[in-house]
């Protein structure tokens, strides 16, 4: 076995090891004082375990995204990018409910050539931190357009921002940055990481700009489907 995938099992036994002590913890707790404890209490505990154990899921979940993106096939096929991005809207609404979710679509947008199901897991991924690292209230907007030939998607949100000393490590496994939203969510740091590595198996990019207490936009480009797009477009963009 290679050092990486070492540190890689290291790593992901750490980060089970720890929801899990804390499930075990409470379970026992409950069982073995269950008429001592307050029902205040117990709703509490209960409420911890089933917020370690949607911990868990994510975090499998996301393991399994790392383990599969290099072995399962893609299936590319004309997608309407502004279509897609309205699906995942409620969804993120629902888990999200006090932001306010703008979107700026460019109308007549070209088609991209993209795995429908891969987009949605990229811009959930980005509009999940746009909304984890902004405090409630706060807008997240979501912009299409058209840029020297290829499909642009902006995600920008109000929120804490980006150190420019942590720049180089957004985009790496497991690495989640200092500030005071990152302490008060839940997450593994492998969100950026799928996000990126996704992007530009499709043939794109991605990149971001950001500003401390200001807030972020992730911009991700990707080429339109048909080339003959291109030309029409050039003259839009
Ligand atoms: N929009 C953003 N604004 C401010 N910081 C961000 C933003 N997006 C990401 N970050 C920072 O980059 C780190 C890595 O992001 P990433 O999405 O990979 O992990 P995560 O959100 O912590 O966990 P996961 O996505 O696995 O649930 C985050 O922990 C956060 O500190
Ligand atoms: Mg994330």
Not at 65 to 84: G, Y
Not at 132 to 148: D, F, H, L
């Amino acid at each position: 076995m290679s050092t990486i995938e070492e540190e890689f099992i290291a790593t992901v036994s750490h980060e089970l090891r720890t929801p899990l002590t804390s499930i075990r913890g409470f379970s026992q707790t409950l069982l073995n004082s269950w008429d001592k404890i307050k029902d205040d209490d117990k709703k509490k505990f209960i409420g911890i375990i089933e917020e370690q154990s949607n911990r868990l899921i994510h975090l499998v979940e996301n393991i399994l995204s790392v383990s599969k993106m290099n072995t399962e096939n893609q299936v590319l096929k004309r997608i309407d990018v502004n279509n897609s991005i309205k699906k995942i809207i409620p969804l993120i609404k629902e888990q999200y409910k006090e932001h306010n979710y703008e979107t700026h679509f460019f109308s007549n947008l070209p088609e991209a050539r993209l795995d429908d199901d891969k987009f949605q897991q990229i811009m959930t991924n980005l509009l999940d931190n746009a909304s984890k690292y902004s405090e409630a209230g706060k807008k997240v907007s979501i912009i299409t357009g058209i840029s020297n030939n290829m499909i642009v998607i902006k995600v920008r949100d109000e929120g804490v921002g980006i150190k420019k000393e942590d720049y180089d490590k957004i985009f790496k496994k497991f690495s989640r940055l200092e500030n005071h939203l990152t302490s008060k969510t839940q997450g593994n740091g492998l969100g950026l990481y799928i996000t990126k590595e996704l992007v530009e198996k499709m043939g794109g990019t991605i990149s971001f700009e950001s500003k401390e207490n200001e807030g972020t936009t992730f911009e991700i480009k990707f080429p339109f489907y048909n080339q003959e797009d291109a030309l029409k477009c050039s003259h839009m963009s």
